[in-house]
């Protein structure tokens, strides 16, 4: 059973520019969350997917955006990228409640 | 607003138990208590979750308080491995967001 994927691990933009993420769930999995992780912070809710649908929204600007494939992987879309942008971004995929998968996430840095 | 409040920090000794607590004293009826871990570098790990009996798997033990408003997370025999972040958290069932706080850092000494 193949766990969460998440690419590239490592990424810098400078700010102003655009990046797109990817994860790919674990098998079965129908659901994917993303999160955004300051450093020294907790996950911070960005939004999930369910049956390719948008299905709950964190306190995020629209210019973070998202996909929701057939197969159940994912991307998460940033524009106009900004400093407070650089984070560890995280992919969790799921069949039940509350029980999160979570990938080993993407380090943006934006300089 | 935060629904949880673990210590910051705590150190246990390898071979020991390791309770961590968490207060929760505002959850709601349907809302269940979750238990995560992060290593350092690596995403968070599901531990375990239960909503008001005690419960227990290969990795630790949950125990709830009968009022429901406290719990703690018991690790039976702590390892150098365990040393991570361990947030508590509690949320409905049929919510999939989990608001994550700060919390404990614990950290196993040999």
């Known amino acids: 059973e193949t766990g969460v994927t998440q690419s590239p691990t490592h990424l810098i933009k400078t700010r102003g520019q655009q990046v797109t993420l990817r994860c790919s769930s674990q098998s079965g999995h129908n659901t994917v969350s993303w999160y955004q992780q300051a450093l020294g912070q907790g996950p911070q809710f960005i939004f999930q997917y369910y049956r390719e649908e948008e299905n709950g929204r964190g306190n995020f600007p629209p210019r973070f955006s998202g996909l929701q494939f057939p197969n159940y992987s994912s991307e998460l879309n940033v524009n106009a990228l900004e400093l407070d942008d650089s984070a560890l971004y995280l992919c969790?995929?799921?069949?039940?409640?509350?029980?999160?998968?979570f990938g080993e996430g993407s380090r943006l840095t934006v300089l | 607003d935060a629904k949880t409040t673990q210590p910051t920090s705590m150190d246990c000794a390898e071979g020991r138990a390791a309770n961590l607590p968490c207060n929760h004293s505002t959850i709601s009826g349907n809302e269940y208590v979750y238990w995560y871990r992060q290593i350092h570098s690596q995403g968070p790990q599901y531990i375990i979750h239960?909503?008001?009996n005690n419960e227990t798997n290969e990795m630790a033990s949950l125990i709830i308080t009968e009022d429901r408003k406290s719990s703690t997370l018991i690790l039976p025999h702590a390892t150098l491995r365990d040393t991570a972040v361990y947030y508590c958290i509690v949320g409905p069932q049929d919510d999939y967001k989990l608001s994550f706080g700060a919390g404990t850092t614990v950290t196993v000494r040999a």
């Open positions: 239960g909503l008001k």
């Open positions: 969790a995929s799921s069949l039940f409640h509350g029980e999160l998968f």
